[in-house]
Every structure is written in structure tokens, then in C-alpha cells.
Nanobody, 117 residues
Framework: QVQLVESGGGLVQPGGSLRLSCAAS????????MGWYRQAPGKQRELVAA???????NYADSVKGRFTISRDNAKNMVYLQMNSLKPEDTAVYYC???????????WGQGTQVTVSS
């Protein structure tokens, strides 16, 4: 069972920035997919951004040009740089990783991001 620990959430004003981090206990070399999802109150969990072991990235249309996902395989980490934050970005953000040996259902505990003036 892979353990994931997210950090970096908090309260920020509209237009501000935050950087989320996710540390995986599993070696990143065995992980082919690392992603960030979010869930706002009353809404379904949705994909925000994902990155494959080959470096290919995918973003939700609502965050393109504002958010950047990256990974550091040496540190077993994935990051989400969030700029120009909007109130509608408010949600709990979850890290998800997938690998051949660990499967797909690997989630962190979530970190709250609140964008408000």
C-alpha cells in the first residue's frame, strides 16, 4: 500500500499563488501516473492535472495556463503550482498515483485550498 502525504494548502486571496506537494512512499520509478484532483462542496471529484512517467501532462480546461504540474522522481514527489487563483478553485485537493504493482486507487488525505478575499 503506497502512502501519500499532501501539503501546501491554505487560504489565499484571489490572484494569489500556492504550491501543493505530494510525497509518495512508493518509488516514483514504479509509478506511471501522478495526478491532482479536487472536490468542492456538493460537487464530484474532478481531475485538475496529471503527469505521466514520460513527462506528458494533462490539464482541466479551467486551470490551463494557470496551474503547472511537475514531478521529481528522485524524491518521489509531485507538485502543483497554482497561480492566478480564483474563488472557484476552492476545494480539497487530492493526490493520486498509479502503478503496475500498486494499482490505481491510491489517494492522499487531501489538502484544503480556499481562495477568498
Amino acid at each position: 500500500q503506497v502512502q501519500l502525504v499532501e501539503s501546501g494548502g491554505g487560504l489565499v486571496q484571489p490572484g494569489g499563488s500556492l504550491r501543493l506537494s505530494c510525497a509518495a512512499s512508493e518509488s516514483a520509478r514504479s509509478i506511471y501516473y501522478m495526478g491532482w484532483y479536487r472536490q468542492a462542496p456538493g460537487k464530484q471529484r474532478e481531475l485538475v492535472a496529471a503527469i505521466t512517467s514520460g513527462g506528458n501532462t494533462n490539464y482541466a480546461d479551467s486551470v490551463k495556463g494557470r496551474f503547472t504540474i511537475s514531478r521529481d522522481n528522485a524524491k518521489n514527489m509531485v507538485y502543483l503550482q497554482m497561480n492566478s487563483l480564483k474563488p472557484e478553485d476552492t476545494a480539497v485537493y487530492y493526490c493520486n498515483v498509479r502503478g503496475v504493482l500498486i494499482g490505481t486507487n491510491n489517494w492522499g488525505q487531501g489538502t484544503q485550498v480556499t481562495v477568498s478575499s
